[in-house]
């Protein structure tokens, strides 16, 4: 539901991809049964797959989104302290 032009911001965001991957490591593999509000009976993974579109997976793929934006961190972090030292004495 997320507005077609806003899209990109769900893909360059770290926090969206966390929740991801706890959603779909957490759910994404349950094969309990669950009563929705409507009174149809379906399982865990597939409320998780169908109503919130996540894909257990697509997992493998989050952990290295996320390795790289750690990475990605670290690195500009260590580049701004090294270049952008601006205590000159």
Request: charged share 15%.
């Amino acid at each position: 539901m997320i507005p077609g032009w806003w899209i990109w911001y769900y893909w360059i965001c770290p926090v969206a991809w966390t929740v991801y991957g706890i959603i779909t490591a957490q759910y994404g593999d349950v094969n309990d049964k669950i009563d929705l509000m409507n009174g149809n009976t379906t399982t865990v993974r597939l409320y998780v797959e169908e109503r919130l579109g996540y894909d257990h997976d697509f997992l493998g793929v989050v952990a290295t989104v996320l390795v790289a934006f750690s990475l990605f961190f670290a690195l500009m972090y260590a580049f701004c302290i090294k270049y952008l030292n601006f205590q000159h004495r």
